[in-house]
């Protein structure tokens, strides 16, 4: 069905659902990687309206990364997305919060795993791409993990009103704004406290009623959070719900969750230290949860040789 | 050098757009094709700077099939180092950028049957452009909002990456944007929005300039062959800086679209039939 250039294919997906353009990156050891048993894939789905390429390519440098070490990979733009046809409500956002996406999403997942025979797919969105990839899990059989970066449970506004983005540049810009930014922080934070394990009224309860059903399940999941403004690692900042700690809460014994930080990159895990910590966490996560038995077989005889016995 | 256009029957969307790899310099660019039925022109777009092509996106792909909708064939690419394409990003320079466009441009130029080629750039891309116009490729060009040279267009790009880090970064850790102008300046490289820039892109950036013949004599151009320039105005957001992610991209462009479309079906692809008409 494909042709190959290089480490990489162009594809067209075709099958199940709407049809979808993407790239996919062959593991670079062939098939012997894996012995007899089938691979397991890595499929990465759009963050918000970008491309499937990411922020500074992002996600070619991961899939690239990963490919190599034996984890065949595929970035697709969903419908109306990079280069796929289809059309896009005017509220993106909205319409990926409320699951937009998750039909696609999952057909795109079964299609990969079925066309290149694969035994499951992970399924691995960033922020909006995060969202969907949490939702389709639940509608897709194939799917056998999930890696999410800097995945929100609330439902953020696409456009804030002039009058909140004009008070938050003047909370940034002087002495005094920074004072009332944090006594109004403060005073979020009593509120907040008051309400007690309360979900805000802005929860994406479906999201979260998805998770509840999804984790408690085993399946593994690896959660990546990158710094935010004004927050301590992955914890909230003062004055807001932490929803991380609410879900891991609510994952259940039996969950397979992993949360890792990512230090001094930002949202986008696009500069170098962002896409290193991705890379890193991602890889031994992998290894650890669907190690390739081939390539480990094949590491410990190259050990045996080498060593002379 | 050797161009070759490698396209395959199962990169064709439902649209029958074709992706492709179009090979210079020993790695691949990645190509788009749109096909039109009963072409009456050829467009080849000439995108905006690395960093700006995730934003401009969704836009430009629609400018794509809005004009393959109306008889205009269009081709679009990605710079070698970005996107889809391949090569190392921070080993770029302009000048490989106009190589391999011109590579392109003179490859899509040829083919059958023969039309008129528009060449038509976004920002930094409408410097790539003009170049390769300047120096013969093309019967038109259509330039959207060129930079009056390309150190503009990634100082501003510079300045809004600062912009957002500042947000993030603790007062003590700020640092305003001269501070990486000096860095840069001072031949060190430094990380834009996940690009590497490195010190000669910068240095180069001065030196790419719009041609002056785009501006001394509006409509008629180099050479006699029309030439259009537009300043896109902040509407026309994310294909220019500013707007709102995941809100602009999916906004109705038809008021820009509209009038240049018709601009390359009359200046280019009418004047091209009357001229068939006037050899025959």
């Known amino acids: 069905m494909l042709q190959a250039i290089e480490s990489r294919e162009l594809i067209t997906l075709d099958r199940f659902g709407p049809v979808v353009q993407g790239t996919y990156h062959r593991p670079n050891d062939g098939d012997s990687a894996s012995g007899n048993k089938k691979r397991i894939g890595v499929l990465f789905l759009n963050s918000l309206s970008l491309p499937r390429a990411a922020t500074g390519d992002s996600s070619v440098y991961w899939a690239d990364r990963f490919a190599a070490s034996g984890y065949p990979c595929f970035r697709i733009d969903l419908p109306g997305l990079g280069d796929s046809d289809g059309e896009l409500p005017q509220d993106l956002l909205g319409f990926i919060n409320s699951g937009g996406f998750e039909s696609a999403a999952a057909q795109k997942a079964r299609e990969i795993a079925e066309t290149f025979n694969l035994s499951g797919v992970i399924l691995l969105g960033h922020c909006a791409g995060a969202v969907s990839a949490l939702l389709a899990a639940a509608k897709c059989r194939e799917c056998k993990g999930l890696i999410l970066l800097d995945v929100y449970f609330h439902l953020p506004q696409a456009v804030r009103p002039a009058i909140r983005r004009k008070m938050s540049d003047w909370a940034l810009k002087c002495r005094l704004g920074r004072l009332a930014s944090n006594v109004y922080h403060q005073l979020r934070e009593i509120r907040l406290r008051m309400r007690g394990n309360r979900l805000p009224e802005n929860a994406n309860f479906p999201l979260i009623k998805c998770w509840k059903e999804l984790a408690p399940t085993g399946l593994p999941i690896l959660i990546l959070k990158a710094p935010a403004r004004r927050a301590m690692g992955a914890k909230a900042r003062t004055g807001e719900f932490d929803y991380l700690e609410h879900v891991l809460k609510i994952a259940g014994p039996r969950s397979q969750v992993t949360v890792k930080f990512a230090e001094g990159t930002d949202h986008s895990f696009a500069n170098r230290l962002g896409r290193k910590a991705v890379e890193q966490h991602t890889e031994d996560w992998l290894k650890s949860n669907f190690p390739l038995i081939g390539r480990r077989l094949s590491s410990e005889l190259a050990t045996l040789e080498s060593s002379g016995d | 050098m050797k161009a070759q256009l490698q396209s395959f029957p199962q990169s064709q969307s439902s649209l029958h757009e074709e992706a492709g790899y179009f090979r210079v310099a020993g790695v691949h660019l990645y190509t788009v094709s749109h096909p039109a039925s009963e072409p009456v022109a050829r467009v080849l777009l000439v995108g905006p700077f690395a960093s700006e092509r995730q934003n401009s996106y969704l836009p430009w792909v629609r400018w794509a099939r809005y004009l393959a909708a109306r008889r205009i064939e269009v081709l679009r690419y990605d710079y070698r180092g970005v996107g889809e394409s391949l090569g190392q990003f921070e080993d770029m320079t302009l000048k490989d950028w106009s190589e391999d466009l011109r590579l392109l441009a003179e490859w899509y130029a040829k083919r059958e049957p023969a039309l008129p080629l528009v060449l038509h750039g976004l920002e930094i891309g409408a410097l790539l452009a003009s170049k390769c116009f300047y120096e013969g490729v093309g019967d038109a060009m259509l330039l959207w909002s060129p930079p009056a040279n390309a150190n503009l267009a990634l100082r501003s790009t510079l300045l809004r990456w600062v912009g957002l880090e500042q947000l993030?970064?603790?007062?003590?850790?700020?640092?305003?944007?001269?501070?990486?102008?000096?860095?840069?300046?001072?031949?060190?490289?430094?990380?834009?929005?996940?690009?590497?820039?490195?010190?000669?892109?910068?240095?180069?950036?001065?030196?790419?300039?719009?041609?002056?013949?785009?501006?001394?004599?509006?409509?008629?151009?180099?050479?006699?062959?029309?030439?259009?320039?537009?300043?896109?105005?902040?509407?026309?957001?994310?294909?220019?800086?500013?707007?709102?992610?995941?809100?602009?991209?999916?906004?109705?462009?038809?008021?820009?679209?509209?009038?240049?479309?018709?601009?390359?079906?009359?200046?280019?692809?009418?004047?091209?039939?009357?001229?068939?008409?006037?050899?025959?």
């Not at chain 2, 240095?203 to 006699?224: I, N, Q, T």
């Not at chain 2, 220019?240 to 280019?268: H, M, P, Y």
């Open chain 2, 168 to 280: 993030l970064t603790p007062g003590a850790d700020r640092r305003p944007a001269s501070y990486y102008v000096r860095q840069l300046e001072e031949g060190e490289s430094v990380e834009v929005e996940g690009y590497q820039w490195s010190s000669k892109l910068w240095r180069d950036s001065f030196e790419w300039v719009l041609p002056p013949e785009v501006d001394a004599e509006p409509g008629v151009g180099m050479g006699k062959r029309p030439v259009r320039t537009v300043k896109l105005p902040k509407e026309a957001a994310p294909l220019i800086k500013g707007g709102f992610v995941g809100s602009d991209e999916v906004k109705d462009f038809d008021w820009l679209f509209r009038e240049n479309a018709q601009w390359i079906q009359t200046e280019v692809a009418d004047r091209g039939r009357v001229s068939d008409v006037a050899s025959d």
